[in-house]
């Protein structure tokens, strides 16, 4: 009996894929009393999901659908034929659930699911009401793939994100994908792990935190645009965060283009590689605090902000955090005002109100223009290129010690033109510590397309160019399109013009002409760099060239 079930076991594993379906929904036309062909959709995503089972696929056609996504038990599929819910044509499918009663958990939500892969849909919440609907929450599940989705109309008040990655889930994939307009956060990861967010971009646009329970429970200055929160091994890669806008006057509600905050996990491990946080009017680009475990950040740009990296740890449960800031461009740190909780105009700082916080190290890394000073605190500097700071080495109110200058250490005239690579002839080209280059380089995409953490691939600097950035034409006509409280959406990379390099402003243009000098022509207009796939340790040497 035990061999006949083995066999049917194998069988049946080798055969389910074969017998996967697809089926059609239509925003109009559709009938939930047709087949779900082609010819015949049908209308509703309910009905679908109640018909489909594991590893079958629905193609949901162009238009617009006052409906919510809400996934069953019977939907999760298997690591070798995943369910899928796809756009028939990228950025054509609204799913708007703000019309929806009973008001839902989000508008697409997952909870308790396995092996769901969802593609190319505009997902939108519901800002106002007595209770507001997130766009996007996954919690308690596993093996989710969201690629080339579109988040936005998430409440403006509240604990309200846009793309809502836990609690309780592990081996998550958001790539390719942006979120912008009102909420908290865009893109959190909380109380979750093994979640891999790739090639995204968020902009901060608006969050009410005049009410209940903002000001009332202190959290009216904690919104971020990619949130760490209680999340451990985790991986930021490629990701953008550019053109915040101020709330209600209070420049410091933005405490991150990046935010991650520890409260749960003793070992709280995470990376941030080869991203960018442009032109954010928040409290520090990086704000990472009350942290254990290992946090990397490599190859990551920070230009135009009140303040650069700003690094913490309170004593918790774990030992004080193991913290490496390699290949860093920091530059135009504007801000100057110090107060007893944070701390602006510092390029990298790294402070600690307890007598166990050992030194962190900033190394490989051009810091330039910082208004207080280029590296504070605990931080060991070393081969790091330091160019009109008001001063390179200090302290801030935690009086902790004045680094000192690393042996390799320069005052030097970096010679940017692009906070995403060095020039041929620049004194960073070559004199990293790893025989690279010193500062970002941010040519090439990190991670394989479609893997998750651990699979082959996922966290490799590939053959494929990063620029023009995916999907940059829809990603500029969305936010473009915001008119809702805070800033006009068509500003920065989003306003209209032509770009220094003759062209139209896109996203690329935007970021590679944000010092001033043309987009070359390799980037914007033309054939892309090429390169070979290396491992991350050492991309910093086979990518960091001058083009």
């Given amino acids: 009996m035990t061999r006949k079930l083995s066999i049917l076991a194998l069988l049946l594993a080798f055969t389910s894929p074969m017998l996967a379906k697809t089926f059609y929904i239509a925003a109009s036309g559709g009938s939930d009393s047709h087949p779900g062909t082609l010819s015949k959709p049908w209308a509703t995503f309910n009905y679908a999901l109640s018909v489909m089972i594991g ?26 034929a995943y369910t899928i819910i796809k756009a028939q044509n990228d950025g054509k499918v609204t799913v708007d659930g703000s019309k929806v009663s009973p008001v839902p958990n989000a508008t697409l939500f997952m909870y308790d699911l396995r092996y769901i892969q969802v593609e190319g849909l505009r997902i939108a919440g519901n800002p106002s009401g007595p209770k507001g609907l997130s766009p996007i929450g996954v919690q308690g599940s596993d093996h989710i793939k969201l690629i080339r989705l579109a988040g936005y109309n998430a409440p403006c008040e509240g604990n309200a994100n846009v793309f809502s990655i ?29 979640v891999i967010l790739r090639r995204d971009v968020a902009r901060h646009d608006y969050h009410d935190n005049t009410g209940w ?30 053109d915040s806008g101020d709330d209600n006057n209070d420049t410091g509600i933005l405490w991150g283009g990046f935010w991650s905050e520890n409260n749960r996990y003793a070992k709280n491990d995470i990376e941030v590689e080869g991203s960018i946080f442009l032109n954010l ?31 913490g740890y309170e004593a918790g449960s774990g030992l004080p955090p193991t913290m490496l800031a390699d ?13 007893t909780s944070h701390v602006w105009g510092v390029g990298a700082e790294n402070g600690s109100k307890f007598s166990d916080f050992k030194s962190q190290m900033v190394k490989n890394s051009v810091i330039q223009q910082a208004e207080s000073f280029g590296v504070g605190d605990y931080v060991t500097s070393d081969y790091d290129v330091f160019y009109k700071n008001k001063a390179n080495y200090g302290t801030t109110y935690y009086k902790g010690n004045v680094p000192v200058a690393g042996a390799h250490d320069r005052t030097v005239n970096p010679q940017l033109k692009y906070i995403t690579r060095a020039e041929a002839g620049s004194p960073l080209i070559g004199t990293a510590s790893d025989g690279g280059n010193i500062g970002a380089t941010i040519l090439y995409e990190i991670g394989e397309s479609g893997t998750l953490w651990g699979d082959a691939g996922y966290d490799t600097v590939t053959s494929t160019s990063l620029w023009p950035f995916p999907n940059e034409a829809a990603i500029k006509t969305d936010m473009a399109s915001y008119n809702g409280p805070g800033p006009a959406g068509a500003r920065g990379f989003a306003a209209p013009g032509v770009g220094l390099y003759g062209g139209p402003i896109t996203l690329t243009s935007y970021i590679w002409e944000y010092l001033g000098y043309p987009c070359p022509a390799d980037v ?17 040497v086979a990518t960091g060239h001058a083009q």
Wanted: some cysteine; overall charge negative.
């Fill in 55 to 80: 590893g079958d696929t629905l193609i949901v056609g162009d238009g617009i659908y006052n409906q919510v996504i809400l996934p069953k038990a019977r939907n999760s599929g298997t690591a070798k």
């Fill in 166 to 194: 836990g609690p309780g889930s592990s081996y998550v994939l958001v790539e390719d994908s942006y979120a912008w307009g009102c909420a908290r956060y865009k893109f959190e990861v909380y109380q979750s792990d093994h």
């Fill in 213 to 242: 329970p903002e000001r009332i429970l202190g959290w009216g200055r904690q919104c971020g645009l990619f949130v760490n929160y209680d999340g451990t091994e985790n991986i930021f890669q490629n990701d953008i965060a550019i």
């Fill in 281 to 311: 009017h928040g409290l520090a680009a990086i704000q990472d605090a009350k942290e254990e475990g290992t946090h990397i950040f490599t190859n990551d740009a920070i230009w135009d902000s009140r303040g650069g990296f700003e690094y």
């Fill in 327 to 339: 290949h860093l461009t920091i530059g135009n740190i504007s801000g100057t005002a110090q107060d």
């Fill in 524 to 540: 914007c207009v033309g054939t892309k760099p090429s390169s070979v796939t290396v491992s991350r340790s050492t991309a910093s």
